[in-house]
Nanobody
Framework: QVQLVESGGGLVQPGGSLTLSCTAS????????MGWYRQAPGTERELVAQ???????NYADSLKGRFTISRGDTKNTIYLQMNSLKSEDTAVYYC????????????????WGQGTQVTVSS
């Protein structure tokens, strides 16, 4: 059983900043990566940023460094710092966890949060 709790979404004006947080809890043997995805109406869910347990990061090229993912005090907590927000950043942002459910799992499992709405509008 794994649960992801997201927070930090809201309404901001273009050019503003917002920080999202996600904390995973429950039974999981090992977390390999945590990240953020987003989905706007009528579009497919897309990767925003991801950080591995070892600290490697991966960002969507289109973000051009405006977003920064970081880890909290524990490996099961991540943040997404969003700067210079644009209207096209408006979407539901989802926290993702990828890991092994048990010590002898043969496959990775993906877990998702409920999502938090980010709206950028003037």
């Amino acid at each position: 059983q794994v649960q992801l709790v997201e927070s930090g979404g809201g309404l901001v004006q273009p050019g503003g900043s917002l920080t999202l947080s996600c904390t995973a809890s429950g039974s999981i043997f090992a977390i390999n990566a945590m990240g953020w995805y987003r989905q706007a109406p009528g579009t497919e869910r897309e990767l925003v940023a991801q950080v591995t347990a070892g600290g490697s990061t991966n960002y969507a090229d289109s973000l051009k460094g405006r977003f920064t993912i970081s880890r909290g005090d524990t490996k099961n907590t991540i943040y997404l710092q969003m700067n210079s927000l644009k209207s096209e950043d408006t979407a539901v942002y989802y926290c993702n966890v990828r890991g092994y459910p048990t010590y002898d799992s043969m496959y990775f499992a993906d877990y998702w949060g409920q999502g938090t709405q980010v709206t950028v509008s003037s």
